[in-house]
Structure formats: structure tokens, C-alpha cells
């Protein structure tokens, strides 16, 4: 298994928003941390562009201690196939996003666990919305993402890595996982602002008494909250 995050700092609503910082580190080094404890990720790398505003979080990846590739700022697909050249081989390949650190570990393990169980070629948390947006994960055999990058050229399928995967279940074995009961409006992602200001207030109330608060801790902490729902 091999498991690529992917990550830049020239996001267009929150520059700068992997590296603002999060009871006192980078907010991807908190999702890192998460990451990390998820039993079934095999090797972790980091995808980042070759773009200079980017060095940042090659140099973070390398205080971490692992492995980075960089590649096309916006043809993200052939950044993951290039991931997948330079430090595989693997059978099977998740995928992450910087911008999510309420990342679950155990919804992480649970995806590739239902990939696996399903025989699939592609499986994801997404393809029926019940998890909190920011909990996104997405496995897929690393010979399909091979060709998805090979073989596609719209520029949608190369931003957003996957669609030519599950935009084809005549040809793809498509699985899901899904959370029971279902918490699809909760946005638990950064995009904006409102979101880092979320996502701060909820580590400044568990992190430091527990570095690995679960969802069930953020649920409990946020029952109160209005909703904030589900963009894109």
C-alpha cells in the first residue's frame, strides 16, 4: 500500500493554508500526525508542486521524515503518477488531501479494509455522501491510476486525480463506505477562513489533553454548533 497526500500552499480561498499554524505546528504536520496512525497506509509520501511557493512543505515533509515528490502544480494526476513511479511499486494506492486535519485514521483504515474486502478497483468514503466532508479517502489499484493518467486529458480528471476512475463503472469495480448514521452536512475540511477558525477551535479544546481526540470527541464538542454544511 502506498498512501500520497497531496498538498500545495496556492490554494485560491486560503493561501498558505497546509503550513497557518495549529496549536503550535503546521496544520499538515497535525494531519500527519494523524495520518500516521492508521495501521494500514503502508508507505507515506507527500505530493507537493515543483512551484517555489511549495519548497515550504518539501521542507516540512523532510523534517518529518518522509519521502516527497514533487511535480506538475496543476496537473495533480501526473503528480500522484509520478508519486507512484518514484516509490513504488504497490498494488494499491490511497489518496489524501492536504486541507483535511480532522482526518480520521480509523475511516482511513476502514476504507482500505472495504477496498480490499470488495475486490475493487476503485473505492472511496464519497461516492454516497454520510462522513463529514474532510474525512475524504479514496483507494485505488495503482495500475488504474496508471492509466487514468496515461489516458486522460481532461483537464478536470487531471486537477482532481479520480473522476476518470468513478465517472467509468462499466469499466471500473466501484465500492463505497458508508458511516451509519450519516453526518453528510458537517464540514469539517479548511477551505476558508470560518473553517481554520473551526478547526482551531476544536484543537485548542482536545489536542493538548489528547493528541488523538477521535470524531466522536469533535462530535461531542460541536453538537451545539449551528450548521455549517457542505461545499463543492
Not at 483537464?155 to 463503472?169: I, K, N
Not at 484543537?203 to 460541536?222: C, H, I, M, W
Amino acid at each position: 500500500m502506498l498512501t500520497i497526500l497531496q498538498a500545495r500552499t496556492s490554494s485560491t480561498r486560503l493561501p498558505g493554508k497546509v503550513l497557518r499554524d495549529l496549536v503550535g505546528a503546521p496544520m499538515l504536520e497535525r494531519q500527519i500526525e494523524r495520518v500516521r496512525r492508521a495501521k494500514s497506509i503502508g508507505r507515506l509520501v507527500v505530493a507537493t508542486s515543483t512551484d517555489a511557493s511549495d519548497d515550504a512543505v518539501a521542507d516540512l515533509s523532510q523534517r518529518l521524515g518522509l519521502a516527497c515528490h514533487r511535480g506538475p502544480l496543476d496537473d495533480v494526476l501526473g503528480r500522484f503518477a509520478g508519486a507512484l513511479e518514484a516509490f513504488g511499486p504497490s498494488d494499491h494506492v490511497v489518496r489524501l488531501t492536504g486541507d483535511c486535519p480532522l482526518a480520521d485514521p480509523e475511516v482511513i483504515d476502514a476504507t482500505i479494509a472495504r477496498h480490499i474486502e470488495a475486490d475493487a478497483d476503485y473505492t472511496s468514503n464519497t461516492l454516497t455522501l454520510t462522513f463529514p466532508k474532510g474525512q475524504d479517502v479514496e483507494v485505488m489499484r495503482a495500475q488504474h491510476l496508471a492509466a487514468a493518467a496515461a489516458e486522460t486529458t481532461d483537464l478536470y480528471d487531471r486537477e482532481h486525480v479520480t473522476p476518470f476512475l468513478y465517472r467509468h463503472p462499466e469499466r471500473f469495480k466501484l465500492a463505497n463506505l458508508a458511516r451509519h448514521p450519516p453526518l453528510p452536512d458537517l464540514r469539517w475540511t479548511v477551505d476558508t477562513p470560518e473553517d481554520f477558525a473551526f478547526v482551531e477551535r476544536v484543537y485548542g479544546a482536545l489536542y493538548r489533553a489528547n493528541p488523538a481526540f477521535t470524531s466522536e470527541d469533535v462530535l461531542k464538542l460541536t453538537a451545539d454548533d449551528p450548521p455549517r454544511g457542505r461545499e463543492g
